[in-house]
């Protein structure tokens, strides 16, 4: 099966063929010694005649071709191969950028430029460890880098966790989204206050999806399935509950001052959690002191944007509480499902970033009929041959490189933990990718013999009846999604059956 593959740019030069052709044999030396502004690597890997090394990357979120952009950019000869389990490419690009954020999605143009590179391939629907295990990817590969982000979550362990009327953040922004793995999630909206655990971003990004006016959302990516579940929702009321202080929220000021500029919402921001605070500030860094600044001022200043009378109209409120850490879910009388979350009040030990929440012995009892505890994503081990660090949920490595394992890299969420966003995780790629590339440079990754790289894993696949998706058969996907979008007056109509996505590229 051919990847979708298009022309190759190298600085101001092209090379012409296909990468394939080269492997094993020697490039077409007389067109590209004449060719200005070579990068050295390449200079030197053009005249040792060595086979085209053959890379292969698991995971087509930022990471997986971030990793792939700056190792195809940097070496004109590389080949890279992109495993991805879904059958749809872009990781949580799409599956977990909230929808109204669409300038975020921009970068899929990029990714969709890698993809098409001449010397790039990209595999679809092949779940890695379980369709073809590393050691078999390292056989056919010089180099194997693992970017699979993180597909899971962290969970409280405390009782009650699962109760009906307790979701993950995680599986909540999968089912708006439409990750196929959430689809059939129907979270219960019939209540009038939702608790949401945690004060990152995503904590932000579902109080906004839960509260964000109708017309708004209609206009977005959103499936076609949750719009209809939150055109009935009750949840008026969301509360951001944090173990720690005002100082230690770990969500950023755009997404904060978009929560307070929602229309048809007002913030409930309590002032006595915010005095004092300006003097502890003076000394922070800066985007840490102009959020707090903007907590302060929402909290203790009367809004300007918003007048008292429209924000007593509001409809719909949400807020910010401190310093309480999830004790126990609280089941209703019949204990069929969440009544309350009883918290234990904390105070701060230390300050700054590294304060610790210790808790005083007090408890409140928080009521609520729907609970997102959005506490953070969690990386899994992936096959046995890859060392994984489970306390830190990450691949061991240094600078990209996993510990032990010569040839093996990683980059991403799983190689540093489920924080940062788009351009951490490029920057964290790019290192990445420059040790594969130094790794070639050195000869610590042999190239002296040719590898088949795809060509050895499609009979692995095929024998195990798994089939591929091309990045075109994306493309026809893509436009299915586009059209049907169009015709509700959205972006795009999510598929969210993989089955569905299977059948229209005829498989
Ligand atoms: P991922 O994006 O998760 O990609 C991993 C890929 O690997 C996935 O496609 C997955 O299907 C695939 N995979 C997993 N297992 C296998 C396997 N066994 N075999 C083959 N493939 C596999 N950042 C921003 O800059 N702006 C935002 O607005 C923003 N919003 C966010 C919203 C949410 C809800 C979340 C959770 C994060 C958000 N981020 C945002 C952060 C950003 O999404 C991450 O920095 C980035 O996606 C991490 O990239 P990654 O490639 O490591 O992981
Ligand atoms: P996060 O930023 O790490 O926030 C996790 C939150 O959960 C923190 O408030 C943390 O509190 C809390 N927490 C962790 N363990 C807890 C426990 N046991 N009990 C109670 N609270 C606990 O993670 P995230 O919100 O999942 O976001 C992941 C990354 O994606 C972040 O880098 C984020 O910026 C990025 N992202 C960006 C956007 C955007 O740019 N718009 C949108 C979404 C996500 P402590 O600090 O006390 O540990």
């Not at 899929?108 to 391939?121: D, G, I, M, P, Y």
């Not at 921001?269 to 600044?293: M, Y």
């Not at 951490?424 to 990754?445: K, P, R, W, Y």
Request: aromatic letters at 6%; proline letters at 7%.
């Amino acid at each position: 099966m051919a990847g979708a593959r298009g022309r190759a740019s190298l600085g101001r030069c092209w090379l012409g063929g296909k990468g394939g052709g080269w492997a094993g044999g020697s490039p077409a030396c007389g067109i590209i010694s004449s060719l200005c502004f070579m990068p050295a690597g390449l200079k030197r890997w053009l005249s040792s005649a060595a086979p085209a090394p053959r890379v292969c990357v698991v995971g087509s979120g930022p990471a997986g071709f971030y990793t792939a952009q700056h190792i195809l950019k940097h070496h004109g000869g590389a080949q890279v191969d992109i495993y991805e389990k879904l059958p749809v490419p872009f990781g949580l690009v799409r599956f977990g950028v909230a929808p109204d954020h669409p300038e975020v999605k921009n970068v899929t143009n990029s990714f969709t430029q890698t993809a098409r590179s001449e010397r790039c391939a990209y595999y679809g629907n092949v779940t890695v460890g379980r369709d073809v295990t590393v050691p078999e990817l390292q056989q056919a590969y010089h180099a194997v880098v693992l970017s699979y982000g993180a597909e899971d979550n962290r969970v409280l362990g405390i009782p009650g966790e699962n109760l009906p009327g307790v979701l993950s953040a995680r599986a909540f922004v999968g089912w708006y989204n439409g990750l196929p793995e959430n689809r059939h999630l129907k979270p219960d909206l019939s209540c009038e206050t939702a608790l949401i655990l945690g004060h990152g971003n995503v904590a932000l990004d579902i109080a906004r999806i839960l509260l964000a006016p109708l017309p708004l959302l209609r206009k977005t990516d959103i499936t076609a399935g949750s719009l209809a579940a939150l055109a009935c929702s009750k949840v008026k009321r969301v509360w951001l509950v944090g173990r720690r202080g005002p100082l230690q929220v770990a969500f950023t000021i755009k997404e904060l001052r978009e929560m307070i500029n929602l229309p048809g919402t007002r913030p409930v921001l309590s002032p006595a959690d915010f005095t004092g605070l300006e003097n502890a500030i003076k000394d922070a860094p800066r985007p840490r002191k102009r959020l707090t600044e903007l907590m302060i001022k929402t909290a203790l200043e009367k809004p300007v944007e918003k007048p008292v009378e429209v924000q007593a109209a509001a409809a719909r409120e949400w807020g910010l509480k401190f310093q309480r850490s999830p004790q126990e879910v609280l089941p209703s009388a019949d204990g069929t499902r969440v009544r309350a979350v009883r918290m234990a009040l904390t105070r701060l030990e230390g300050s700054g970033d590294s304060a610790k929440a210790i808790p005083t012995g007090d408890v409140e009892d928080l009521e609520c009929g729907l609970v997102l505890s959005s506490i953070g994503y969690r990386s899994l081990p992936l096959d046995p041959a890859v060392p994984f660090d489970a306390q830190r949920g990450v691949i061991p490595n240094t600078s990209g490189r996993v510990e032990g394992v010569p040839g093996l890299y990683c980059s991403g969420w799983v190689k540093r933990g489920p924080t940062g966003v788009i351009i951490t995780t490029m920057n964290d790629s790019f290192d990445t990718a420059q040790s594969v590339l130094e790794d070639l440079q050195v000869g610590t990754l042999d190239v002296s013999s040719s590898r088949e790289g795809f060509g050895a894993v499609e009979s692995i696949l095929r024998s195990r009846g798994v089939r591929p998706v091309s990045f075109s058969d994306w493309e026809k996907i893509d436009a299915a999604e586009v059209a049907r979008g169009r015709a509700a007056g959205k972006p795009r109509e999510k598929i969210v059956d993989p089955q569905e996505m299977l059948q229209l590229v005829g498989h």
